[in-house]
């Protein structure tokens, strides 16, 4: 499960320049959106949670468990007329690509594109 768990955030793309200048949202400025699957279908039957945070400006945390297994990645966003861009890299282990996630965002229901969509759901 912990090669799968690794290997399904390659299927981002892959981005290698520094991402400081993007910019964030108002609108989503200090929210938190969450998906949770107790029985995933795309990682096996795995127990599944991912969490999107965005902070006050163009700040992102996007965290992904599956199972005990927990990868965090963190970094900034771009946002216009629904549609966005997340621009992260891991903050623990070797891995320091910087991985770019595309997302929706339509009222509490956010798409979250990280191997295929994932529906998740406003909670702050």
Known sequence: MVAFFATSMISCSEESDSSSSHSGSPELANTVWRYDNPSDSYYYGAHVTFTVSFGATNQITFRQQVND???TMTGTYDFSSGSGTAYVKKTEGEDQ????ISFTVSGNTMVWTVGHDYTLTKVQ
């Open 69 to 71: 297994a927990t990868n």
């Open 97 to 100: 690509n910087e991985y770019r």
